[in-house]
């Protein structure tokens, strides 16, 4: 092998590596956004200025939010995201987590996050869960308290509350940021134009409408 192609081999490779990475690996112990300079809301990238670690105080790595459920949706799902954004003691650290519960019947639609893995674990109840690899491959049954799954990054998965009681899940993400597509919305509720959807769906422009109602976020209830 000639130098200059051993050269190019060893750059694929780093370069591989380094695509491969989730969020960037930290280059301090840890970062809380200092208020001052704006909100992480709308700076998820981890590059807002932190505070001097001498004023962190234990409270900035407590989180204590996720005691009870959220508020429930009209799918019975009642989740409650923890990003840097509602606790600024993760920021940068590569990681959040999500409390979900789900009433009885409740369902989590099929949805996705694009740049995280996802690793849930039943508090309590029981779910049907699973996801959908890139060869629609389906990997799913119903799982107990004290089970965990794992949905791998960027793969469409699911929840549904199968049990008589109410259900308690942790999930956790390995991004700050894992991104959430929920599918029904993405098509029907994001203005996709609608002869697009007919013919993709073999659906009637009253169908598709029907759906576009369903699914828009902005709709008046
Ligand atoms: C990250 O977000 C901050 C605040 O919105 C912005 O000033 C900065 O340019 C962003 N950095 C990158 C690399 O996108
Ligand atoms: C952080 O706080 C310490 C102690 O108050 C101080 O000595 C240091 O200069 C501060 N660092 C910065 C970058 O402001
Ligand atoms: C639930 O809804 C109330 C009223 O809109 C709001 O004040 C509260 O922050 C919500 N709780 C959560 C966990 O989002």
């Known amino acids: 092998m000639s130098p200059i192609l051993a050269i190019l081999v060893v750059a694929f490779f780093l370069y591989c590596v380094t695509t491969s990475a989730s969020d960037p690996d930290p280059i301090q112990d840890f970062c809380i956004p200092n208020p001052k300079f704006g909100s992480i809301k709308t700076a998820h990238n ?53 409390r979900a519960d789900l009433k009885v019947g409740g369902y989590n639609p099929p949805h996705f996050h694009p740049r995280a893995t996802e690793i849930a674990y039943v508090v309590q109840g029981s779910v049907y869960a699973g996801f959908v690899d890139s060869t629609n491959q389906v990997f799913a049954r119903v799982i107990e308290q004290g089970e965990v799954i794992v949905f791998p990054r960027g793969l469409l998965h699911f929840l549904m509350n199968v049990g008589d009681m109410p259900t308690t899940i942790f999930g956790s993400f390995n991004s700050q940021n894992p991104g959430l597509q929920k599918i029904p919305t993405a098509i029907f509720g994001s203005g996709i134009h609608k002869e697009l959807l007919e013919k993709a769906f073999g659906l009637s422009p009253k169908q598709i409408e029907a759906m576009r109602r369903r699914f828009n976020p902005k709709r008046v209830k």
């Open 46 to 98: 981890g590059s807002l200025p932190c505070k001097n670690s001498s004023e962190a105080t234990t409270d900035d790595f407590v989180f204590s939010g996720i005691k009870g459920a959220g508020n429930f949706s009209d799918t019975g799902l009642a989740a409650i995201s923890v990003n840097p954004a509602i606790f600024p003691g993760i920021n940068t650290l590569g990681m959040s987590f999500v």
